[in-house]
Every structure is written in structure tokens, then in C-alpha cells.
């Protein structure tokens, strides 16, 4: 690309295709930034845990005895072994292969006949923790212990977040909804990334949720936020109340580069984001829809079905056949429209995504 030129250009074709790329994003860029684990309401009493997946790693969260959050690689510090699997409670945590046993902090507690080894180490072996920071009761880690805090990346995001949903802290996931796309990860954030193709594509999105016209994206550190106005009532595809408070006549979404979205729905409904990458062209979109201690909301239902429904599909088709596409020995990088206003019709976000 030549760099004086005001044209920039979607990808190349390799960063969407191939193996060794997306092996380079899972070395670097995948784990030295702010990636989702899950929700605190998965750890609610001390010695609640959960063992997920993140970068080919096999991770655990747990809380301690005084209530915080720590994130640990899955691996005992004797021979390795994994320590827990799924989700459960525990008072220690016990290694299955020979029965080292480590505090909730991830100190090394006990040992079969480890006294009787000379000056054994028993002191400096710790479960090796992971950077883990809860946000709205999201719980985040970053594999790089020397980064910066969440508030540093995603200036103003928990502030506004807080403002746009005045319970968040009191919310509890109510549904899942997972969502298997054929197509590389960025070009299912590169999608979302973009309302240019909302009118033409996304039907109920734009003529039932909110005003296109009114629709802008803007970068916020590594945020992506994007902010648009609720459609008319008599038009609204559900009740919203505008009185209750200033932000529930907005709808806004804070992504939170490289692979979360928060997202507010007019009428102050949080719904989330998280992008995970499988393969170069494979990843899973999970959408996560929330009520106040997860207690049953049929609004929220709705909404769920209604975008699993019609965004969720629209851009499931949208991104695949870019994928197919990309693959083509046609294909050619072609120019993205970037509108020096910005606005609903302009691709600006995709290039801040390439920088
Ligand atoms: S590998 Fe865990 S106790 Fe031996
Ligand atoms: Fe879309």
C-alpha cells in the first residue's frame, strides 16, 4: 500500500487465511490484551470456580477467601498436571495425579511426603496467576503482567457503562447464545465494526431498534464506541421507557478491542460481544443477554430471539461469503469508504482496527 496515498485498502488475504498469522495473533496480540473470562456470578462464594480456555491455554478462576477474583494457569507446579476441569466449588484446590493440595491464593499447601525432602521449596510454589481485572462484573485477563489497567485502555467505558445502565452491577447473565461463524475472527469485527451495511442488511436492526441516520463510531482509546439514537416509539420492535432515565432513548456499544462488545440496547439493555477465534477461518460469536440476578425478563427473552433471529443471521450470511470470498483467487484488497464525517455510511472504524 503506498503510504501517502488517502486510500486504504480492506486486508490482505493471509491475515484472513492463514494458519501461521493467526498462530503470530495467538503469540502476541491475543494474549497481551484485555480478553473476557466470564462473569462474577459464576464465583459467587469463596472457593466457586470455573476452567475455561483462552490462546490454546487451559486457564481457572476462582474467588479466595477474601472475596477477590484470581485467574490461574490449569497446571499443577509438581508434574503439571491439570488441576480442575468445568465449573465447581472447592475449599482447596487438589491436584488428581498425586494430591498436592494449594491455598485459594494458589500457595502450595501440603504435599504427600514432601518433608521428607531436604529443604524442600514449600514456600516458593505458587499456582502461576494469570492478570485478572473485574469490570462491571465481567471478569477480564491480559497474560501480560505489565500491562495497563482496563480504565487506561477503555478511557471513560466503565463510567459510561455504569451511566448507561444504572443496575449493571446488579446483573447476572439470563441466556447464552452461541453463534458459530466460517470466517476469520477479524472480519466478523471488521463486520461489526461498521453500520454501513446496517440499512440494507439489518431490516429489523434499523427500522425497529434504532436511527441509522443518527448512527457514529468513534475511537475512545482502544475502545471502539458507538453511539446512535432509539427509532420512533410507534416504530420500537419493544417497550422502552424514555422518562426512567437520561440513556434510555440511546443505544451504545463500547467494544473493547481485540474481542468484546458491551452493548446497550434502547431501554438500558445490556447485551455483550465475545468474539473467539478457532482456526483462520472459524471462530465463535458468544452473545450474552442479562437481567438483574439473572431472574427471568421476558423483554430480554425477546430480544435474545429476535436478534439470534435476524441480526445474528443477517451477518452469519455476510461474513461467510466475505470469507468465501477472501478465499478467491479473485480477490483483491479493495478501498474502504472512509467519509472524513464519519457517520453511518463510512468505514472509518475498519481502518483504527487495522492500525
Ligand atoms: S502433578 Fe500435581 S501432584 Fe503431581
Ligand atoms: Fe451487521
Known sequence: MNETSPIIRSLERSYCTDPEILATERAGLLIRTWRFAGHVNQVTKPGDYFAFEMSGENLFCLRDRDGEVRTFFNGCQHRAHQLV?????????????HSWTYELTGQLRAGPNIRSVPDFPKSEICLTSVRT????????????????????????AREELGAFVPDIDRLAPLEWVEIPEKCNWKVSIENYSECYHCSINHK???????KPETYDIQPQGYCLRHTTE?????QMTYPIELESNDFAGSYSSWFLWPTFSFQVYPGNRLN?????PHGPDECTVWRGWYSIDGEEEPVVRQL???????????DIYLVESVQRGLKSKGYVPGPLVLDPGCGVNSEHLIRALQQ
Open 204 to 210: 429489523t436492526f434499523a427500522t425497529g431498534v434504532i
Open 133 to 156: 481485572e473485574v469490570f462491571h462484573g465481567f471478569i477480564f485477563v491480559n497474560f501480560d503482567d505489565a500491562a495497563a489497567p482496563m480504565d487506561d485502555w477503555f478511557p471513560g
Open 304 to 314: 435474545a430471539v429476535q436478534d439470534r433471529e435476524t441480526t445474528v443471521e443477517e
Open 85 to 97: 476441569s468445568g465449573s465447581g466449588h472447592a475449599s482447596l484446590v487438589v491436584c488428581p495425579y
Open 230 to 234: 432509539c427509532q420512533n416509539l410507534d
Open 272 to 276: 455483550s460481544y465475545h468474539w473467539r
